[in-house]
């Protein structure tokens, strides 16, 4: 699938997720020995942040910037990508094997990682890559 890359930001449209958005982590194209057809590794965010204003204080603000992260294979078919983009290097961090035995210990960092990133918006610097930022953390609204 020519659209569907790694970093790209997609909206899952079936399932436990549907209606949540997620990064691709790693695209099978032709499939593997298990699933026979084209399908992605996506790391998403189950709970997204809430709104932040400037009055209120430190610990109400990490406690509202919380976000639950989820880590899914899913088949092409039920992903549909936007045109964000996230550069987020989350390959080296989410190993094929981890996720399968150590899934919990994924998450966790997968969480520190998207918490960090949320907290520090403000210093990306690429427009474009703002925007995609912007965009994966905000909630779906429909």
């Given amino acids: 699938m020519g659209v569907i890359?790694?970093?790209?930001?997609v909206l899952v449209l079936s399932g436990r997720f549907a209606g949540k958005k997620a990064v691709v982590v790693r695209t099978f194209d032709d499939g593997?020995?298990?699933?026979?057809?084209?399908?992605?590794?996506?790391?998403?965010?189950?709970?997204?942040?809430r709104k932040v204003t400037?009055?209120?204080?430190k610990a109400k603000v990490a406690?509202?910037?919380?976000?639950?992260p989820f880590l899914k294979y899913v088949n092409y078919t039920h992903l549909m990508p936007t045109r964000y983009s996230v550069d987020m290097d989350l390959k080296k961090m989410v190993d094929e094997g981890?996720?399968?035995?150590?899934?919990?210990?994924?998450?966790?960092?997968?969480?520190k990682v998207f918490e960090e990133r949320y907290m520090n918006q403000k210093d990306l610097k690429n427009e474009k890559k703002a925007a995609g930022n912007a965009?994966?953390?905000?909630?779906?609204r429909f």
Wanted: proline share 2%; aromatic share 8%.
């Fill in 54 to 57: 400037k009055s209120m204080s």
């Fill in 135 to 140: 965009y994966f953390f905000s909630r779906l």
């Fill in 98 to 111: 981890d996720v399968k035995s150590d899934a919990t210990s994924v998450k966790k960092d997968l969480k």
């Fill in 32 to 49: 593997t020995a298990e699933k026979k057809f084209g399908h992605a590794l996506i790391a998403g965010v189950d709970r997204a942040p």
């Fill in 63 to 68: 406690k509202r910037s919380k976000v639950k």
């Fill in 5 to 9: 890359k790694s970093g790209k930001v």
